[in-house]
């Protein structure tokens, strides 16, 4: 009897033993992912900072003209691109901007722009309308795709198919922390304190405001999507490297709790031998 | 001659920060120069050589997509593409060539395979001038 069960207790430990060594393969995968992701966001950034602030302000010192991408419609029909991985194993990562994006698209007519296979599964099986589900794989899109991509979504913007639009992404704070966020994209709102200034801007716009606009806009969005994908990647792969590592240390804290185990069980056999053998003389 | 602040940023990276002297590209409507106490503007880019004066020097660079503006005296340039004449990959610009001008013949192209192999073409063209420029 106690054969059988210091059996068991030796191949719960050999297969967790293989588990730890995947786990701790993996996480060794994503951190030297994580480098090179992280190198990118670092390098990529201050484009997305200044491209961010020079539209805004351009749009809060805008008195001249009105375009259909600074007035807000009163629609409800939302489109998000939504960024999120091509695999599990990451902790949160995945389920959490997908919640985030189903909290927020609650009663909303929402269509989505799904990047990544984990979003497009999702949104299958959610039945929610998707525009393409052609960027299934995360890694793999690039500056060019997201400029595409952005195209796309400013002309069905214009022709009225939706009324804003958003980009739910993963802030990547640092390799230990990463927050889920939805950014608006279209329409462009002026901040509050330049909505109450009334000052004329002397901006002068070459050749005029409104084609400035038209061309400026969908660059505008391409770049902040590649930002948000950029930032997104690396999360990815800080969350799967924290999820790996703690998968790891489970995994050792269970071998020693089993490899525990089994010395007792060895040792009552023993015992138990050795008893069976005095009674027996 | 007086220097005005300059920022070059592409989705790769900062690609110049400091103080430059003149700075011509090329907009959707035509070549665009700006000196310092330039009047706050800004201007869509369209595809070509930008030139850049540093400290008397004049640098090329092959500079695509995106805007440039000027506000309160900085400029900030923000192409999708921008490479300086040294950087640019000839070999690449070359082979992006010959795949365009493929395309462009082939009789069995879609409109839309047309229009993406000029751009292209026109983007190599572009690359292999300035890097002969340097």
């Known amino acids: 009897m106690a054969g059988v069960s210091t059996k068991a207790i030796k191949n719960r430990i050999r297969s967790m033993e293989s588990t730890k060594q995947i786990t701790k393969a993996m996480e060794m995968v994503a951190a030297s992912k994580l480098r090179r992701a992280q190198a990118q966001v670092l390098s990529s950034r201050p484009y997305f900072e200044i491209l961010y602030s020079t539209i805004h302000d351009i749009v809060d010192a805008n008195r001249d003209f009105s375009s259909p991408y600074l007035s807000e419609r009163k629609g409800k029909k939302v489109a998000y691109v939504v960024i999120a991985g091509d695999r599990g194993l990451a902790g949160g990562y995945n389920s959490n901007i997908l919640k985030l994006v189903m909290a927020d698209a609650k009663d909303k007519e929402a269509t989505v722009l799904p990047v990544g296979k984990k979003a497009v599964d999702f949104f299958n099986s959610k039945k929610i309308p998707m525009l393409t589900a052609n960027y299934a794989h995360a890694e793999s899109v690039s500056v060019g795709d997201c400029f595409t991509m952005a195209n796309n979504l400013c002309k069905r913007y214009l022709a009225g198919e939706f009324d804003e639009i958003y980009v739910a992404y993963t802030n990547f704070v640092s390799v230990l922390s990463q927050t889920p966020l939805i950014l608006k994209l279209l329409p462009l709102s002026r901040s509050e304190e330049a909505a109450k200034s009334t000052v004329n801007s002397d901006m002068l716009y070459e050749p005029n405001p409104e084609e400035v606009f038209e061309a400026v806009v969908p660059e505008y969005l391409g770049g902040i999507v590649y930002g948000a994908l950029c930032e997104s990647r690396a999360a990815e792969q800080a969350a799967r490297r924290t999820a790996m590592d703690s998968a790891t240390q489970n995994a050792e804290e269970m071998i020693a709790d089993l490899s525990l185990k089994f010395n007792r069980a060895r040792q009552a056999a023993i015992t138990q031998e050795i008893t069976e053998i005095v009674v027996g003389s | ?134």
């Open chain 2, 1 to 134: 001659m007086n220097g005005f602040p300059l920022k070059i940023v592409t989705p790769d990276g900062l690609q110049f920060d400091g103080i430059a002297e003149e700075i011509v590209v090329r907009t959707t409507t035509g070549d665009l120069g700006i000196l310092a106490g330039h009047i706050n503007c800004i201007a869509p880019l369209g595809m070509g050589q930008a030139t850049v004066v540093i400290d008397g020097q004049k640098k090329y660079a092959a500079c695509i997509g995106g805007m440039i503006s000027s506000v309160n005296g900085s400029v900030t340039l923000l192409p999708t593409t921008f490479e300086w004449a040294d950087k640019i990959d000839v070999e690449r610009a070359d082979a992006s060539q010959m795949r365009a001008k493929a395309v462009i013949a082939d009789k069995n192209s879609t409109s839309t395979e047309i229009r993406m192999a000029e751009a292209r073409l026109k983007r190599a063209l572009i690359r292999k001038n300035v890097a002969n420029l340097k």
